[in-house]
């Protein structure tokens, strides 16, 4: 069985800083990483995925994160917030096998302030 | 884009009463998906369904609850007999092969 564990529950942030919202998680099988973006009174939307390849991926909004394997992270940054990417934040694994269910994270507030 | 679509955005129903939750997967989609958020607490997985059977379902999926496929389109998940604890976001999501794509979920609340 695979667990996530979002070490930060809420993190406040200024306009135009960077944010790291961490990530970590265990697993005694190979998995995929993603990440889910709930904007509120939303849905789940992806935001990005570490299926195989390049361990850094990234968003079309500026998102990117890292599948760090020896520290079983994926941790999830952007140099620079708006304050439309107030929202909460999900990561979320699930095994390589037919049927991909996720496991997800207690979630991270992101609260961007002008 | 294609898009997951679920039926009603929000259900109040009364303790005991059966409610029955609507999704619309994306059409090409295999494997479905109910999972389940009580406010403030995180994203839960009830049950996973393939070639018309669940294949997989968490503890919190009780005898309380099912899954249908009635037809080539629709995918629901009942309530049977709801309790106050049952008040939380549905979320439906379908899946080809990964990643998950989520519908913007049904809200019960049970009073």
């Known amino acids: 069985a695979q667990s996530v564990t979002q070490l930060d529950s809420q993190v406040p942030v200024f306009e135009e800083a960077p944010v790291e919202l961490r990530c970590n998680y265990s697993?005694?099988?190979?998995?995929?990483l993603f990440w889910y973006v709930q904007y509120p009174n939303q849905g789940l939307q992806l935001l990005l995925k570490?299926?195989?390849?390049?361990?850094l991926v990234e968003s079309i909004n500026g998102f990117e994160a890292e599948f760090n394997k020896s520290q079983t992270s994926f941790h999830l940054r952007k140099p620079s917030v708006h304050i439309s990417d107030t929202a909460e934040y999900f990561c979320a694994v699930s095994e390589k096998t037919a049927g991909n269910k996720l496991t997800f994270g207690g979630g991270t507030r992101v609260l961007v302030k002008p | 884009e294609p898009e997951v679509t679920q039926t009603p955005s929000h259900q109040v129903t009364q303790m005991g009463q059966e409610v029955i939750l609507r999704c619309v997967p994306i059409?090409?989609?295999?494997?479905f998906y109910w999972y389940r958020q009580i406010l403030g607490q995180k994203v839960e997985f009830l049950v996973s369904?393939?070639?018309?059977?669940?294949?997989?379902k968490s503890e919190i999926f009780d005898d309380q609850f099912s899954v249908e496929r009635p037809d080539g389109s629709n995918f629901t998940l009942k309530i049977r007999s709801t309790k106050l604890e049952d008040s939380a976001m549905y979320f439906c999501?379908?899946?080809?092969?990964?990643?998950?794509?989520f519908g913007n979920g049904t809200r019960l609340t049970v009073t």
């Open positions: 697993s005694s099988v190979s998995v995929y």
């Open positions: 570490y299926l195989s390849g390049s361990t």
């Open positions: 059409s090409n989609h295999l494997y």
């Open positions: 369904f393939y070639n018309n059977e669940i294949s997989e």
């Open positions: 999501a379908s899946s080809e092969y990964s990643p998950l794509h």
